[in-house]
């Protein structure tokens, strides 16, 4: 089993920054790809952004691309979500997911049901 927790969340101005981390422990980390999620209230929990055990193969949603970066440091069992240019439509409750290797592909890596593990999310509130 994994035990994911998320943090860095918080309230930031329209065109600000925020950096996420989601810290793994249990299994071994490297084992599993990460997934960003976000759920607004209202909707449901869509896709963010994933990255593979190594870090390769990032995958953005597109409205996303160009503002977020997604990373991760194995050797702190963190993966990280940098934010910036943030808009108020990207206020929501961010969770990451982990999704084991000989699952996570391009084809997969957006979907939320090939995720096992989740962490309890961190609120993100971004102002006008």
């Known amino acids: 089993q994994v035990q994911l927790v998320e943090s860095g969340g918080g309230l930031v101005q329209a065109g600000g920054s925020l950096r996420l981390s989601c810290t793994a422990s249990?299994?071994?980390?490297?084992?599993?790809?990460v997934g960003w999620f976000r759920q607004a209230p209202g909707k449901e929990r869509e896709f963010v952004a994933a990255v593979n055990w190594n870090g390769g193969m990032p995958n953005y949603k597109d409205s996303v691309k160009g503002r977020f970066t997604i990373s991760r440091d194995n050797a702190k069992d963190t993966v990280y979500l940098q934010m910036s240019s943030l808009k108020p439509e990207d206020t929501a409750v961010y969770y990451c997911?982990?999704?084991?290797?000989?699952?996570?592909?391009?084809?997969?890596?957006?979907?939320?049901?090939?995720?096992?593990?989740w962490g309890q999310g961190t609120q993100v509130t971004v102002s006008s």
């Open positions: 249990g299994r071994t980390f490297s084992n599993y790809g």
């Open positions: 997911a982990s999704s084991p290797l000989w699952r996570f592909s391009r084809t997969t890596m957006g979907l939320r049901e090939e995720y096992d593990y």
